[in-house]
């Protein structure tokens, strides 16, 4: 897995992307809704015997264990048994010149493998393939598909075995299956032959490379990322430690003039506009080509509040627009066709040709990712092709136009290309070439409207001012923004964007816009070295785009210190007979040093003593109310309470048996208790939220608490026992306003059971699989020595049984870092199936942006996508998932804990 390059500030969209989800359903194996229909196909294909998955090209050894383990658990799922026990193997090297026919028959030892071929076999660039062998192979593989992805395994391209393939060496089959996956997807590098057109225009003298000069040359947003061969062994590259390589990145950015005569400028604007179209005179394009209703701008806050108070969004203004027709109708324009064989020009070492925008969607579907993001059912297809129009009073947001390290996993361009950073070796590099089209007056610099360029590490950034037939050619995955012109300009400014894929004509090519003949960059902001203040730095929480006005309310639940029935061991319930221990003390003492600094309006308390005590220890002098709320008391337990448990076993078997492993459906004296409870959670949020104040202290109990959080997050009473409360143990919700109703919030967790003590403990003796997930979103420089430090700090205590990253370049600078400093045996892997992995014995520790953290615990959780969870995570934060505390089900143990990082 090919990291995304890390951009820590102002929520840069190279992190937004991320936010897209599979339009998979999560755990919802395509083959339940359709096992019936499938049982004669399948069982038929149940008596191969001869059912093969071949893994050719960018597959790590590691790999091959869990997906064996996947195969199987589907195989079981269909009731495929000969499917069960399929040869799931890897082939490279020497085994690429041999015929699937000879691998199986064990002709050759398929048990040694080697990464290098001395028979000269080669695969196309970055091929990763997987290849079916046997009807029950091939039956199985629209579900391996859909599952493997959901795992968490890269792209492939999947082919499947025709009796012609048996004879045929591997590296041959493979090559035709990826030669047919490019020609069905319009991925070819070599541009077909219609599309080749001279780059002469009429009015203009011979246009030649040679006439083209350079208005600017900038490298900025500087990254170290990783640098996988462009060969058959990518993997090997991203999984093994002692083979990885990193290389410094940058995104670049060119100004070109001459590339664009008036001649062919002018035939650019008349056909996004129309020839008779009075350019230099009319405040707006002309209709109905052109449509105002294209969603550029961000919603701000207007400053007027709404009736409740809380500050509102002002919704921005539509901008200037082509129809679908009339873009349809510019690409296929000879104007169109004659600037891009000159941008070709200019790039002799690569094929040009207009990005593959149906290739980059979800399964190939035109309009399928616009419905995923936008979630309103909207279809609109992903551009190669922007014009733009913009006026006086438009508003635009920072973006980027294409990031292929966070394409869509389904895509067939992932699938064959797989997911890399821009500027990797033999992988096409997205460059958008926008063109100035006003004119022939100059575009004058009190007209404003320049094109506006964001290092996100510095927080700085530069522009390029408009100037007729200008070309700007930039990396698309460099964060800019349209600006609107002047008042004083009275017209739009137009320019046309073409997106483009430069494909190396060699696979060792790492390719850039950047031509060695065009001078020495110049290196802005992170490029040249600098970096941003830390204050200026924020967490990477994907799920928020709202600052702090936005927030009703905060809440911070405590659950009391030990009592003397916890110490025993007794079911207290709601009963009042306990009080606080020695230890119970100090716990609430520590408590209140740890929120001796936060403000709070208000302390909703339990009447119970344990808990009423706790509150007032917090509290200590301060002035404000302490408010008894009866429904904040412990779970109703009735006869069970002042039990101790081995009574509650021998007194009340079955109910107890049912306390322990079904909560929900557990009755005594004629109730339910854990479903009373969640009902009386929900209450409890209707009078913290109708009073007065919006940073609010709630002391209660375990179980109570627990009810309040999942109620919170929309998590029904299946979830008593899944979200800890330790004693004193601290929990923040945080409740914003909703940018689309005014009367609608939603909910923010921020962190889960917080305490003074390191949040590893209880683990040494390896009896738990426990996952350890530690937010690596942001990390760099000095503050990344310091982060690795407290995580240290953190783990020294644990026994860990790996280390993992995840496909974010700081997931693994920072699991080497602290690798390092606890010396460990092994150092950190690459994931290749998170869930898998996870859930094995002992202590697996993952290194992973804030958006892998927020999807595992949705999947231990199994929290469907349109569920979800809102869940803010900080650099460095642990999040503990523990997979064996509820007969195989998954209990969060604490979410974004970070007090191992104060000293």
Same mark, same amino acid.
């Not at 041959?172 to 002469?200: F, M, N």
């Given at each position: ?33 359709? !096992?019936?229909? @499938? !049982? ?202 002692? *083979? ?109 040709? &207009? ?34 129009? *913009? ?24 699938? !064959? ?34 094109? &506006? ?103 911070t639940l405590v659950r009391h210190g030990q009592s003397t029935w916890n110490e025993e061991g007794r079911l207290q319930g709601s009963s009042d007979f306990s009080v606080l221990t020695p230890k119970g003390e100090a716990q609430a003492e520590i408590t209140r040093e740890m ?115 999942? @109620? ?23 409740? !914003? ?5 005014? @009367? ?19 683990? *040494? ?96 959780? @199994? ?41």
């Amino acid at each position: 897995m090919i990291a995304a390059r890390p951009s820590p500030l102002c929520q840069s969209p190279k992190r937004v992307w991320n936010k897209r989800r599979s339009c998979l359903s999560r755990k919802d194996y395509s083959v339940r809704g359709c !096992r019936d229909r @499938n !049982r004669l196909e399948l069982a038929a294909a149940a008596n191969e015997t001869d059912g093969a998955v071949l893994l050719i090209g960018g597959w790590d050894e590691s790999e091959v264990e869990p997906l064996t383990e996947l195969v199987r658990a589907l195989a079981e799922d269909l009731e495929v048994s000969d499917a069960v026990g399929m040869l799931i193997t890897r082939v490279v090297g020497d085994r690429l010149a041999v015929s699937a026919e000879t691998l199986l028959s064990n002709r050759v030892d398929v048990g040694s493998q080697t990464s290098t071929s001395s028979s000269g076999a080669t695969l196309p660039p970055a091929t990763r393939c997987v290849l079916l062998r046997g009807e029950a192979a091939k039956a199985l593989m629209p579900y391996l598909r859909s599952e493997m992805y959901e795992a968490g395994f890269s792209p492939a391209v999947f082919g499947a075995f025709t009796p012609a393939h048996d004879e045929l060496p591997l590296v041959e089959v493979a090559t035709t299956i990826v030669l047919a996956h490019e020609a069905y997807w319009d991925l070819q590098a070599e541009p077909k032959e219609d599309d080749i057109v001279p780059t002469s225009w009429p009015g203009e003298k011979e246009w030649t490379p040679s006439d083209t000069t350079i208005a600017l040359r900038v490298s900025t947003d500087k990254a170290v990322v990783f640098d996988p061969p462009a060969g058959d062994d990518v993997s090997d590259a991203v999984t093994s430690p002692e *083979a990885s390589r990193m290389r410094e990145d940058v995104s670049n950015v060119l100004a070109l003039d001459g590339v664009v005569g008036g001649a062919l400028r002018k035939a650019l604007l008349d056909t996004i506009t129309q020839p008779d179209w009075p350019h230099e005179t009319a405040d707006r394009p002309p209709t109905p080509r052109w449509e105002r209703d294209t969603d550029d701008g961000i919603g701000v806050d207007s400053r007027e509040p709404s009736s409740s108070g809380a500050p509102q969004l002002r919704v921005p203004p539509k901008s200037w627009g082509l129809s679908d027709e009339a873009l349809e109708e510019v690409r296929r324009s000879t104007p169109l066709r004659t600037f891009l064989a000159r941008i070709s020009s200019l790039y002799p070492e690569y094929h040009v040709r &207009m990005m593959p925008a149906d290739a980059l969607e979800p399964d190939g579907v035109p309009g399928a990712m616009s419905s995923t993001l936008d979630g309103d059912g909207s279809q609109s297809r992903v551009g190669t092709v922007v014009a733009n129009a *913009a006026v006086y009073g438009d508003e635009f947001k920072w973006h980027l136009d294409w990031d292929p390290s966070v394409s869509e996993a389904t895509s067939p361009f992932a699938e !064959r290309f797989g997911r890399y950073v821009n500027r990797s070796k033999g992988r096409p590099l997205f460059v958008s070439a926008l063109v100035y089209l006003n004119g022939p007056n100059p575009w004058t610099p009190d007209m404003d409207a320049e094109t &506006m360029f964001l290092d996100p590490d510095t927080g700085t950034g530069f522009f390029v001012r408009p100037a007729p037939g200008r070309v700007i050619l930039m990396e698309q995955d460099v964060l800019h923004r349209v600006s609107p012109p002047s008042k004083s300009a009275g017209v739009p400014r137009y320019s046309l964007v073409l997106k483009l894929c430069f494909y190396p004509k060699t696979a060792t090519t790492a390719p850039t816009v950047a031509r060695d003949g065009w001078g020495e960059p110049t290196r802005f902001g992170s490029a040249s070295g600098l970096s941003a203040p830390p204050q200026l730095l924020q967490n990477d929480s994907q799920r928020l785009e709202y600052d702090k006005t936005d927030v009703i309310k905060r809440v911070t639940l405590v659950r009391h210190g030990q009592s003397t029935w916890n110490e025993e061991g007794r079911l207290q319930g709601s009963s009042d007979f306990s009080v606080l221990t020695p230890k119970g003390e100090a716990q609430a003492e520590i408590t209140r040093e740890m929120l001796q600094d936060k403000r709070f309006d208000v302390c909703f308390r339990s009447p119970l003593a344990r808990a009423s005590r706790t509150a007032e220890v917090i509290w200590g002098s301060r002035s404000e109310e302490m408010v008894d709320v009866s429904d904040l008391r412990e779970i109703d337990l009735y006869s069970f309470q002042g039990l101790l448990k081995e009574e509650g076993k021998k007194k009340h078997g079955e109910s107890y048996a049912a306390w322990k492993t079904d909560p929900v459906n557990f009755e005594i004296d004629g109730h339910f208790p854990v479903r009373e409870l969640w009902k009386r959670g929900a209450d409890c949020w209707d009078t913290i939220l109708e009073a007065d104040g919006s940073d609010v202290l709630v002391v209660a109990h375990n179980a109570i608490n627990q009810s309040m959080v999942a @109620n919170a997050l929309g998590l029904g009473p299946e979830y008593f026992r899944r979200l800890v409360q330790s004693n004193c143990g601290l929990t923040t919700l945080v409740f !914003r306003q909703s940018s689309t109703d005014e @009367n609608a919030a939603f909910v923010v967790l921020e962190q889960l059971n917080q305490t003074r003590a390191a949040p590893l403990a209880g683990n *040494a003796d390896m009896t738990k699989s426990r996952a350890v997930l530690i937010c690596s979103s942001g990390s760099q420089g000095a503050e990344l020595d310091d982060i690795a430090a407290g995580v240290s700090k953190a783990l020294k205590d644990e026994r860990v049984e790996s280390v993992r990253f995840d496909d974010c370049t700081s997931s693994r600078v920072l699991a080497q870092n602290v690798a390092d400093r606890l010396n460990l045996s092994e150092g950190p892997r690459a994931s290749v199936a998170v869930m898998a992995e996870l859930a094995t014995p002992g202590s697996t520790v993952l290194f992973a942006s804030a958006q892998t953290i927020d999807d595992v615990l949705s999947l231990a959780l @199994n929290i469907d996508e349109e569920s979800g969870l809102n869940v803010s995570f900080s650099l460095g934060g642990v999040t503990i998932i523990d997979f064996d505390d509820l007969g195989g089900g998954a209990c969060v143990a604490c979410v974004n804990v970070t007090s191992h990082l104060t000293s």
